[in-house]
């Protein structure tokens, strides 16, 4: 047997012990409706409810409503929603009033399936089902019953002659049928059919059950049968219907009606009504559906909502004494089944656990001013004033049933009242009482017996005092500690024993505790250990930290345990194992602080606390360690960018690829644990990002901004309320891609680019010098031509005029032509000097030099240019080689012009638009004939500089009606 099954049979021995708390469920929580017809919970550990209006998915925090859509077909086929089975493949198979649908869970779409057994009824409702050997779903409502094949997705109807009543399914998957007048039928595999058991109805119908513990059928009534045997259900007094039977264990069985919920034990024959809590109703007294899970927690669907019994539900319950006033408990004592209880100056009441009514108690007359101050109540049974009050007034002894009381004056240094702090039982017949200051023995009449002498000097108050053997142990609030010998009537400090309990000199006692040897110190810096035998002394460690913690109470439990009270909730202490469990307002605490000489152990043993705000009971042995880890599910991605978001639904997901500007990225998860949802724990990494665990502040979501492109993965781990870790954590990849300028043949394209590029600019460069210094080569064979002939023709004809001018008759001719080459020598060196000037390079340039070139030349021409080029164009570039033939071109069309033309006007026309430059050059000279051949090389040259800059030349020339040159080329 598991151990989930053994802790299942030890928790619900119904007949005696108590069930957990019940929690209800309903839409207050965001149920879609509180009528709960069936609930499940599927493989992966989420609880469904079908629902009177949806069906509900619940995680233990929130729900997921799912509806019927008139326009969309993927949707459930009815909003009543009446039974939830779940087939091998994880899909849930969904009964409703309209039909059967079945859910992909993945896609979190239905489909739907109807069919209708020869029009007899309008339309299938499903209100029970039952899924067998995977392959066949058995069904059935008030008017007809059948199967369901799932292999081949069809209905099967029976024909009856009575309408069904209810049906159960046995453990070798036949179905069994009780029609409404009564009789039993069986399903019979080899005919097919239905078979009728031999049965003679006595009684109406009544839901029919399949043990699954038992093995037994549970019917109105035992029939005896060869191959089957039956149990029949007890008898409810009243009317009430029987609506739902279902098994907890092989000995329990729990019963839903229409007048509540019950609980019976089939071997002691006893019947009992489980009551529902503060939340019960008449609507949550019909009982429409039980259910058990996997972790013990039974469900139950009502009218008004769902309600659970968990048995790891810390059974902690509060009682608020004087509501929205100060209910501040200081002293409580068990009286005749009762709690007496003290609301610090808001007088004494009496609590009946079972009837739960709240009493206030009067007293009798005119008590003595500050009687409702009280600090410790005793009982003191078999006398008239049974309830010892230790009050700002002093002792009174009082009679809680009559009102009676008596003031017992303690004998001081004065006259004076002296408040009462500590009352003690020495033994049956004498008390110890303490005042401020002295402790004095009572007999338990009240009459003053003796006072305790050899006392330390004590100017605080004695908190409490505990006797074993000969041994007095004083504890006060100023942090004395001492151990009075009462055969010698001498004290010692306890450090006198051990040294380590100097510790105890400066902080406040307030609580004592003894278990066999063992003394137990309550202090404000934690709780101390002593041995009395070894007299060795310790500290416990209660928390991690070792923080102290106020003990106010110390209380010790069947189970080898100490319960305190503390100002930060309550402390566990097993004294076996020393493992310490804190309990705080997450554990369902509603009070947090408690106080002094406010505790409790009753007659059944639970545990009563009282603080500053009412009082915490529990029954210690209700409260267990939940040992099942929670399965943890990452349920959806929500994707943020700059322009939209999207959610990303998480089914077998296992990574996700995302864009780089989806880079923003929230995760939701969640712990299926349905015991104290609140108290889960978390933690998550997104590794390639975070370095170490987060721990998550009561918080299931995690946001990452702008994510860089690369691959992560986010893993979250959950533990359940009692800290019980799941050390398998689920994951999700996450892989952002860069942006395509920061991918790899992004990058290696741009590298052949930039490779490519730096090797055309080398190459360029190259071109460019090598260009460079043909130019160079160029302009030095033109100097060399150009001035060097001008050179020599000047010196040529310097020498002739010397010759002359020795003898004696110089011609004047000569100094006109050596000022001529002069002149012409230095145009041509203007025109190198253009050519290879780096800042003359654009057309406009080239446009202004045409212009001063032609006047040069055509000094007694009247010469014209006409330019259409914008002023965006004349800063067109005109590469070196260009400008220089472009410029040779053009000179030399000016030159034969000037030479051989005769013209009284020239006229130069330039056009440059798209990226062609148009030249015309029109004279009026004497022309020639362009078909007769020329002696000289001009034209020839010209025809060499138009194909070097890839142009075209054409020129019209008629002999007396001059010439008309035109170029036109591409810029490049």
């Known amino acids: 047997m598991t151990l989930i099954s053994l ?48 069906l509900n998915r619940y995680d233990g925090y ?112 036949r179905l069994w049928l009780q029609t409404q007048d009564g009789n039993l039928w069986r399903f019979d595999d080899n005919s097919q059919s239905l078979v009728k058991i031999d049965h003679n109805p006595r009684k109406k119908p009544s839901q029919i059950h399949f043990g699954r513990h038992s093995k037994l059928l549970w019917l109105s009534e035992r029939v005896d049968g060869k191959t089957y045997s039956t149990e029949a259900l007890p008898a409810i007094s009243g009317e009430f219907e029987t609506f739902v039977v279902y098994e907890i264990d092989s000995i329990n069985v729990w019963l839903g009606t229409d007048q509540g919920l019950y609980s019976y034990n089939r071997m002691k024959k006893y019947l009992k009504k489980i009551n529902l809590g503060n939340a019960t109703s008449v609507l949550s007294e019909s009982i429409k559906s039980i259910y058990q899970d996997d972790t013990g927690t039974i469900w139950v669907g009502t ?16 009682l608020d004494l004087l509501k929205e006033q100060s209910d501040v408990v200081m002293g409580m004592v068990e009286f005749k089944e009762t709690i007496l209880i003290n609301t610090l100056g808001q007088g004494l009441y009496q609590y009946d656990p079972i009837t739960q009514d709240l009493t206030s108690i009067s007293f009798n007359g005119t008590p003595p001013v500050g009687h409702d101050y009280i600090w410790n109540i005793t009982v003191v049974p078999d006398t008239d004033f049974p309830i010892w009050l230790a009050t700002n007034a002093g002792l009174i002894l009082f009679n809680p049933t009559s009102g009676g009381w008596k003031h017992v004056k ?83 400090p306890l450090s006198a024993y051990n040294k380590k309990a100097d ?3 400066n902080t406040p006692i307030w609580d004592l505790h003894l278990t066999g040897q063992t003394l137990w110190i309550g202090t404000n810096q934690g709780l101390y250990k002593y041995n009395t035998l070894s007299f060795d002394f310790e500290k416990i460690k209660l928390n991690e930290n070792d923080e102290n913690n106020i003990i106010f109470s110390i209380a010790p439990s069947v189970d080898n345990e100490l319960w305190m009270g503390t100002e930060a909730g309550i402390f566990r202490f097993n004294l076996t194992s020393e493992e310490v469990t804190h309990y705080v307002h997450k554990d369902g605490l509603v009070n947090y602080e408690f106080n002094r000489k406010s505790v409790v152990i009753d007659a059944n043993e639970h545990l009563w606390f009282g603080g500053v705000n009412g009082i915490t009971y529990f029954d210690p042995k209700q409260i267990k360690e939940n040992p099942v880890s929670p399965p943890v599910y990452i349920t959806a ?73 690369g691959s992560y993965e986010f893993m979250v781990k959950g533990a359940n309320n009692d800290g019980l870790w799941n050390p398998t954590a689920s994951t999700l990849k996450i892989r952002i891609l860069p942006p395509f300028w920061r991918t790899f043949w992004f990058q290696a394209l741009m590298f052949l680019i930039v490779a490519i590029s730096l090797y055309m600019i080398y190459r360029y460069r190259v071109h460019r010098l ?3 210094e043909r130019l160079k080569l160029r302009i030095a064979g033109d100097l060399h031509d150009e001035v060097g002939s001008g050179l020599s023709s000047i010196a040529l004809n310097g020498d002739l005029l010397q010759l002359q001018l ?37 057309l406009g340039d080239f446009i202004n030099r045409v212009r001063s070139m032609a006047r040069e030349l055509l000094t007694s021409t009247a010469f014209t240019l006409e330019e259409k080029v914008g002023n965006d164009s004349r800063g067109v570039t005109l590469h070196a080689e260009v400008k220089r033939n472009l410029f040779l071109l053009t000179k030399e069309i000016f030159h034969n012009i000037a030479k051989h033309a005769g013209a009284s006007s020239v006229s130069l026309r330039l056009t440059y638009a798209e990226g062609r430059l148009h030249m015309s050059v029109l004279d009026d000279g004497k022309g020639f004939n362009t078909d007769q051949e020329s002696d000289g090389h001009g034209l020839v040259s010209m025809q060499k500089r138009a194909q070097e800059l890839s142009g075209r030349l054409i020129i019209d020339s008629v002999e007396g009606k001059g010439t008309q040159i035109s170029f036109d080329m591409k810029l490049p």
Do not use: C
């Open 7 to 54: 802790l299942l049979i030890h928790l619900f021995q119904l007949n005696t012990d108590p069930l957990p708390p019940v929690q209800v469920i309903n839409t207050s929580d965001g149920l879609s409706n509180s009528i709960v017809y069936d609930i499940h919970k599927d493989a992966e550990g989420f609880i469904w409810m079908a629902t009177d209006n949806g």
């Open 62 to 173: 929130t729900f997921k409503e799912f509806y019927h859509s008139e326009i969309d077909p993927h949707s459930i086929s009815s909003n009543t929603v009446r039974s939830i089975e779940e087939g091998p493949d994880g899909d849930l198979w969904v009964g409703t009033f309209d039909g059967l649908n079945r859910f992909n869970k993945k896609t979190e779409q239905f489909e739907r399936f109807h069919a209708l057994p020869n029009g007899i009824v309008n339309r299938l409702d499903l209100q029970k089902m039952v899924l067998v050997a995977n392959d066949r779903i058995w069904f059935s409502n008030l008017e007809v019953a059948g199967w369901f094949d799932l292999n081949t997705l069809t209905f099967e109807f029976f024909q009856l002659d009575q309408l069904p009543h209810d049906m159960a399914v046995d453990d070798e998957g």
């Open 303 to 318: 009218l008004s909502g769902a309600f659970l019994f968990n048995p790891y539900q810390k059974p902690f319950h509060h």
């Open 410 to 492: 303690l004998p001081g240094k004065d006259q004076n009242i002296s408040p009462v702090f500590a009352i003690q039982r020495q033994t049956n017949e004498y008390l110890w009482v303490t005042d401020a200051n002295q402790i004095y023995t009572l007999a338990k009449t009240g009459e003053y017996h003796n006072t305790v002498a050899g006392l330390p000097v004590i100017r605080s108050v004695i908190q409490d005092l505990v006797q074993l053997d000969n041994e007095l142990y004083l504890a006060t609030d100023s942090g004395i500690l001492s151990v009075v010998d009462l055969l010698t009537q001498s004290s010692k």
């Open 503 to 505: 510790v105890l000199l």
């Open 637 to 709: 991605v929500n994707v943020i960018s700059k322009d939209t978001s999207f959610v990303q639904r998480i089914s077998d997901q296992k990574e996700m690829i995302l864009p780089w500007y989806q880079n923003t990225i929230e995760f939701d998860f969640v712990a299926l644990n349905y015991s104290n949802s609140e108290q889960n724990q978390y933690q998550y990494q997104l590794a390639g990002y975070d370095h170490n665990w987060v721990t998550p502040n009561n918080n299931r979501q995690v946001r990452y901004l702008q994510l860089p492109p």
């Open 770 to 772: 090598l260009e460079i």
């Open 806 to 842: 020795e003898a004696g008759q110089p011609k004047s001719e000569l100094v006109s032509r050596i000022t001529g080459n002069a002149r012409n020598l230095a145009s041509s060196l203007d025109d190198i000097v253009w050519l290879i000037d780096p800042q003359k390079e654009t």
